[in-house]
């Protein structure tokens, strides 16, 4: 049903920059297979920038001399970094012509990365991946751009295929950091990366399609409008609220996962949390199906279906590490560890299944916003991912695995609750 968001009052006179205008398509607008899959490899390679500093943050603070209270700043300086980005840069897409923004943005990126695998200062460091994890913002211009270039009933495979490359990137970000570090150092792995966010920033400049949107507003109205959009947007406001709840109880379990998997009976070293990152990474397969049943009008059923996922891997992830149910990882830790990899994997379906169907809707509202949009859907989500990962340190500090399912099993649950608000309100074309 569509909602009252995607309609435009026909006697407003020159668009605003809150209401949908005449938005030029891309030249060449078609968003070919090839093109899908080099979207989806784009924003995977670049998101690699966000996650990856976690099982670096030892290396690097004793190698810049970090004092300790500071060893944190790290791994949480790329993801502020990023945040700001979302706020600030994002929002350009919907006034400059995307496509030598996004090569421009890239190419800062790998610039700054590049001087991060070069400083000898800490500070310098973590300036660095502050202003590096500003620029990845990249990733929600290009994920806007993929949606505009793709047929509208084909955008929830579109928006689908390229989010499989951003889960796989975020999944395999902290195993490829580990590999790499550990064989060749940490410095090698962040020249890598900028080497290949620069060659990336080539290929984006030859094979990205010119797009400039019709805007009449200037920078400062654009920020300014950001909380319009939230504020009047109901179909942004519900499926932010539930992509935050998901990412909430994701990443409760992948913070705590490496500490539970460290010690009996699993005892696993870095390259067997390196292998168990890898097969929980399979659940992203389902994204680019997520996007097609959404196409095909089986959004509703998907979205109940991915929210009892959720629940049901909990309860595994809490059977096989805690012995939930009268299960004992001690007495069978082998089958622990398949399940534990079992219920990782439907734990990223469902989140990612949810995700794409609201990132989904949220490009079907207003095509002059998408950007803004964009920006505002992520950094909602990225709260309650935030949210998830403090919680899940101090519930695994305070109960153990147990605490750490419990944290996510609140939000499983409060997800699956909060889809009735959300179903409801479409069904009364609010």
Same mark, same amino acid.
């Given at each position: ?45 670049? #998101? ?67 001087? $991060? ?11 660095? #991946? ?46 490829? $950091?580990? #590999?790499?570090? @550990? ?31 019709? $805007? ?31 990412? @909430? ?8 996962? $490496? ?61 096989? @590490? ?109």
């Amino acid at each position: 049903m569509t909602q009252p968001a995607d309609t435009c009052p026909r006697n407003l006179a020159p668009p605003s920059p809150l209401t949908p205008a005449p938005v030029a398509q891309p030249a060449g607008r078609t968003l070919t297979a090839a093109l899908t899959v080099f979207f989806a490899a784009a924003v995977g390679v670049i #998101v690699v920038n966000l996650s990856a500093a976690q099982p670096l943050t030892g290396p690097v603070s004793r190698a810049l001399n970090l004092p300790r209270e500071l060893a944190g700043l790290i791994a949480m300086l790329p993801q502020l970094g990023y945040a700001a980005g979302l706020l600030l840069l994002v929002p350009l897409c919907d006034l400059l012509e995307n496509r030598r923004l996004i090569v421009r943005t890239l190419a800062c990126c790998a610039a700054f990365i590049a001087l $991060a695998s070069l400083a000898r200062s800490g500070w310098l460091f973590l300036a660095s #991946v502050f202003m590096a994890g500003a620029t990845s913002s990249v990733i929600q211009m290009l994920v806007p751009m993929a949606a505009a270039m793709a047929h509208e009933s084909r955008r929830g495979r579109a928006v689908g295929n390229v989010m499989s490359g951003l889960m796989l990137g975020i999944l395999l970000s902290r195993p490829l $950091a580990s #590999v790499i570090a @550990g064989s060749l150092g940490w410095r090698a792995f962040y020249g890598i990366e900028a080497a290949a966010d620069a060659l990336l920033a080539v290929v984006l400049y030859l094979r990205l399609p010119d797009h400039a949107p019709h $805007a009449s507003a200037r920078y400062a109205e654009l920020l300014r409008s950001l909380w319009t959009l939230l504020r009047s947007e109901p179909v942004l406001q519900r499926r932010a609220t539930l992509a935050a709840l998901a990412l @909430g109880a994701f990443s409760a379990f992948w913070t705590a996962i $490496a500490l539970l998997l460290a010690q009996p009976p699993f005892s696993l070293g870095m390259q067997g949390i390196a292998a168990f990152a890898l097969a929980g990474a399979t659940g992203a397969i389902v994204t680019p199906l997520a996007g097609y049943l959404g196409d095909r009008g089986a959004g509703r059923v998907t979205q109940i279906v991915s929210h009892l996922v959720m629940i049901a891997a909990v309860l595994v992830l809490a059977a096989a @590490g805690a012995g939930w149910g009268g299960f004992s990882p001690a007495a069978h830790p082998v089958l622990a560890l398949a399940l534990l990899v079992a219920g990782a994997a439907a734990l990223d379906a469902g989140v990612i299944t949810d995700q794409t169907l609201g990132r989904r809707a949220i490009n079907l509202i207003n095509p002059s916003a998408r950007g803004r949009l964009n920006a505002l859907f992520v950094g909602i989500f990225f709260v309650g991912g935030a949210i998830g990962a403090a919680l899940s340190g101090a519930a695994w500090a305070w109960a153990g695995w147990s605490g750490v399912c419990l944290v996510a099993l609140g939000f499983t649950v409060a997800v699956f609750l909060f889809g009735f608000v959300d179903r409801a309100a479409r069904t009364g074309g609010h």
